[in-house]
C-alpha cells in the first residue's frame, strides 16, 4: 500500500443519487468526511470538486457532466493534484469498464487514490499491480451491489403492476387525483409508500371539463387562457399550459389503466369520474376519454395561432364569381381575397349566417345525417357485450379461491387468457368508437341560440366547416350585388351550392 507524505495535495469526486429515502449521504456530508480523513493523512484539498447528482450505475439513464470532466482532465494533465479523493468508490463509477478508466488513467499519470471509507488502508496506488488489483476487484463488487438494487427494483415494481388488486400507483400523481401513503418497510428500512388513489373532487372535476370541452372543439391554448383566469393552477401551484393539458388528455390512467413499458395493465384506483355527485359514471367517462382521444389523433384537427382565426365564418364564405375565399376587412366587410370581385357587409351576413347554422342545429336531422353507420354501431355493440361478458368472468375467476396447487394454477391460466382476451377487445374497440363529429363539437340540446353566442370561436369555425359544405347544408357563395350603390340584404346576394 502507497505511503501519504504530507506535500501532498487531492482533488474529489462527489456524488449523491437522487434518494427519495434520505439515506444516501449527501454531497455536504462526503466532503466533510474526505477532507477530515485527508487531513489525518497530511494530504490538503485543492481546487474544485468534480460533482455529480445522480446514478453512476449502469442502470442510469443521464450522463454525468462532472465524471466527465475528472475523465478528461486526468486524461489531459489538467487534474492539477496527487491524489484524487472519494468517499467510496462507487461515488466515482459502478461501472468497471469507467472504473478502469480512472485507475488507467490514474496510474498513467501517476496520481493517487484516497478512498475513505477504506478507513485502514484508504491510500491506493495504481502503479502497484496489487493496489491496481484491489480497486477494480471493488469496482466489481460497486457493479453487484448496483445489480442486486436493480433486481429489487425491478421485483418490486412488477410486484406492483401484478398485484391481485390492480396495478398499484407509482411515480407522478395525476392531476386530479390524491393519493395515500403509509410508513413501510422495504429491505430492513422504513419509507414513504403509495398505498392507494383516488379522486380529489374539485380537481376531477376539472379533468371531466377539459374532456367534455375538447369533444366540443375547444383548442388546449383556449382553455390554458380560461383556467388561469380562474386561478387553476396544478399541485406545485403552477398554471397549466396548453402542453400540460395536452398531456394530461393522453393519460389513460384516468380510466383506470396503468401504463408501463408501452404495455397497459389494470390500475387498482378507481376512474377519475368516481367520486360523489360527479357530473358523469365512470362508463360514460370511459366512452368520453375514447371518443376524445379519436379527435385528438384526427389529422385534420387543427389548431391556430394567437390571434388567427378571429370570425367565425371567413374559412366557409367562397365569392361566387372567381370560387376563391374571402377575407374580413377592417372587420366590417368580407371581400374577396383573390380578385375583389365582392364586397359584403360582414355584419349582414353574421347574423343570416347565424340564424341559419343555429336553425339548423335546432332539428335532430342535422345531427342524425352525421351519425356513424349503423354497421359500424352493431359492430361496436358486438365489442363491447363481449367486454363485458368477458370482464364479469375475469370477475369470478378472481374471486376463486383454489384448494390445491393444480386448482390455483388453472385458475391462473384462465386469468391470463381472460385478461389477454380483453386486451384485444379493448383495442378493437377504441378503433371502432368514431364519436358523431357535430355531437363532439357542438352537442344536441336545448338554449341552442344561448350556446352558440357563448360558444368560442374556434368551435363556431369548426361547425361551420362542417356544415356550410355542398354534402350538407350548402357552401355559401357571396354573389355581386345586382344594385351596384345600393345596400342589398344579404339575403339577396348568399346563394347555397349544393352537392
Request: proline share 6%.
Amino acid at each position: 500500500m502507497a505511503t501519504a507524505t504530507a506535500t501532498l495535495t487531492a482533488r474529489e469526486i462527489l456524488r449523491v443519487s437522487q434518494d427519495k429515502s434520505g439515506t444516501e449521504r449527501s454531497i455536504d456530508e462526503q466532503h466533510e468526511a474526505n477532507g477530515a480523513a485527508l487531513t489525518v493523512h497530511g494530504i490538503a484539498l485543492t481546487g474544485t470538486p468534480y460533482s455529480d447528482v445522480g446514478s453512476a450505475s449502469d442502470y442510469a439513464g443521464k450522463a454525468r457532466d462532472g465524471f466527465g470532466q475528472l475523465l478528461a482532465d486526468l486524461e489531459s494533465g489538467a487534474f492539477g493534484a496527487d491524489c484524487l479523493a472519494m468517499w467510496e468508490n462507487s461515488r466515482a463509477s459502478r461501472q468497471p469498464r469507467e472504473w478502469v478508466k480512472v485507475a488507467d488513467a490514474c496510474r498513467d499519470r501517476g496520481i493517487l487514490i484516497f478512498i475513505t471509507t477504506q478507513r485502514r488502508n484508504p491510500m491506493f496506488d495504481p502503479r502497484d499491480p496489487r493496489d491496481y488489483a484491489d480497486l477494480i476487484e471493488e469496482s466489481l463488487k460497486a457493479m453487484r451491489a448496483s445489480a442486486e438494487t436493480s433486481e429489487r427494483v425491478l421485483r418490486a415494481l412488477n410486484a406492483n403492476l401484478n398485484d391481485k388488486d390492480g396495478a398499484k400507483p407509482q411515480g407522478q400523481i395525476p392531476f386530479g387525483y390524491e393519493r395515500k401513503y403509509a410508513m413501510t418497510k422495504v429491505n430492513g428500512k422504513t419509507a414513504m409508500r403509495p398505498t392507494g388513489q383516488k379522486s380529489d373532487p374539485e380537481k376531477a372535476a376539472l379533468v371531466i371539463e377539459l374532456f367534455q370541452r375538447l369533444r366540443r372543439g375547444h383548442a388546449f391554448l383556449a382553455i390554458a387562457r380560461d383556467w388561469k383566469e380562474r386561478g387553476i393552477k396544478s399541485r406545485r401551484g403552477n398554471f397549466l399550459s396548453a402542453q400540460n393539458l395536452r398531456a394530461v388528455a393522453a393519460r389513460k390512467a384516468y380510466i383506470g389503466i396503468r401504463v408501463h413499458g408501452g404495455e397497459e395493465f389494470r390500475a387498482a384506483w378507481p376512474s377519475i369520474a368516481d367520486y360523489p355527485d360527479s357530473p358523469m359514471t365512470p362508463d360514460e367517462f370511459e366512452t368520453l376519454f375514447k371518443e376524445v382521444q379519436v379527435i385528438l389523433a384526427d389529422p385534420g384537427r387543427q389548431t391556430r395561432k394567437p390571434g388567427a382565426g378571429q370570425h367565425a365564418y371567413t374559412g366557409t364564405l367562397v365569392c361566387d364569381p372567381c370560387s376563391g375565399p374571402l377575407k374580413v376587412v377592417k372587420a366590417v366587410s368580407y371581400e374577396c381575397r383573390n380578385k375583389g370581385c365582392v364586397s359584403i357587409s360582414k355584419d349582414d351576413v353574421d347574423r343570416f349566417l347565424t340564424r341559419f347554422i343555429v336553425g339548423a342545429l335546432a332539428l335532430p336531422d342535422t345531427y342524425e345525417g352525421l351519425s356513424p353507420a349503423d354497421t359500424a354501431d352493431e359492430g361496436l355493440k358486438g365489442v363491447r357485450g363481449q367486454l363485458s361478458a368477458k370482464r364479469a368472468a375475469l370477475a369470478t375467476w378472481e374471486a376463486e379461491d383454489p384448494e390445491t396447487p393444480a386448482e390455483a394454477r388453472l385458475i391462473g391460466r384462465k386469468i391470463t387468457k381472460l385478461e389477454g382476451e380483453i386486451k384485444v377487445l379493448e383495442v378493437e374497440e377504441s378503433t371502432m368508437v368514431r364519436p358523431n363529429p357535430l355531437s363532439s363539437m357542438f352537442p344536441a340540446g336545448p338554449d341552442v341560440e344561448a350556446r352558440w353566442a357563448a360558444a368560442d370561436v374556434a368551435v363556431k369555425r369548426q361547425v361551420a366547416a362542417l356544415l356550410l359544405v355542398p354534402e350538407r347544408l350548402g357552401e355559401i357563395r357571396v354573389q355581386r350585388s345586382p344594385r351596384p350603390g345600393e345596400k342589398v340584404p344579404a339575403a339577396e346576394r348568399l346563394t347555397r351550392r349544393m352537392a
